[in-house]
């Protein structure tokens, strides 16, 4: 099972809009709803920002939305902010029955 | 809220043993939960390692499936991770997590475990 692929990096100012792309395949992504993301600030644990496609946790701010269109996930940070500058990974079910990653994306708030 | 604190060696030898604890307080292993395993090696990305229910059951994926071992210690409530024969490419941050409807809400901190002579 291949990584999902990710864009190494993106960036944007304080109050833009960036979206982070995560591909797959039919054997993942493309057949279940079961994609999340997940922050990451180094040396810190992983944060869930969205599950199943869409879905925000209690606590994870408006600003953090996900959507779903074939093999490809997205998410979007809308009003950057300077905390919102972490390591961002996603992360789909899969028909092997296990988990795989994506590659993760920098986000820089410049 | 449940806490996870992964603890074990920090330096391994090559061909030698991986193992890891993580301990989990303000809630029990034997809750209907998946306890997961998730690494970092430097400079990378995670991976996805494997995961225990609160009954026994595994999952892992194949590229480690013949190393890795994961059990459950009911009576400590916590869970741990043994991989063999270790190489340099095992190196890395490993994380425990407890996971649930195909997504993980609560993370430890991580452990790093060097592997080296």
């Known amino acids: 099972q291949s990584a999902l692929t990710q864009p190494a990096s993106v960036s944007g100012s304080p109050g833009q809009s960036v979206t982070i792309s995560c591909t797959g395949t039919s054997s993942d992504i493309g057949s279940y709803n079961y994609v999340c993301w997940y922050q990451h600030h180094p040396g810190k644990a992983p944060k869930l920002m969205i599950y199943?496609?869409?879905n925000r946790p209690s606590g994870v701010p408006d600003r953090f939305s996900g959507s779903k269109s074939g093999n490809t996930a997205s998410l979007i940070i809308s009003g950057l902010q300077a905390e919102d500058e972490a390591d961002y990974y996603c992360?789909?079910?899969?028909?092997?029955?296990?988990?795989?990653f994506g590659t993760g994306t920098k986000v820089t708030v410049l | 809220q449940v806490q996870l604190q992964e603890s074990g060696p920090g330096l391994v030898k090559p061909s030698g043993t991986l193992s890891l604890t993580c301990a989990v307080s303000d809630g029990s292993i034997s809750s209907d939960y998946w306890w997961s395993w998730v690494r970092q090696a430097p400079g990378k990305g995670l991976e996805w390692i494997g995961e225990i229910s609160h009954s026994g059951t595994t999952k892992n994926i194949p590229s480690l499936k013949s190393r890795v071992t994961m059990s459950l210690d009911k009576s400590k409530n916590q869970f741990s991770l043994k991989l063999d024969s270790v190489t340099a490419a095992d190196t890395a941050v490993y994380f425990c997590a407890r996971g649930s409807h195909f997504r993980w809400h609560n993370w430890g901190q991580g452990a790093l475990v060097t592997v080296s002579s």
């Open positions: 992360s789909s079910y899969t028909s092997s029955d296990i988990y795989v």
């Open positions: 199943e496609v869409s």
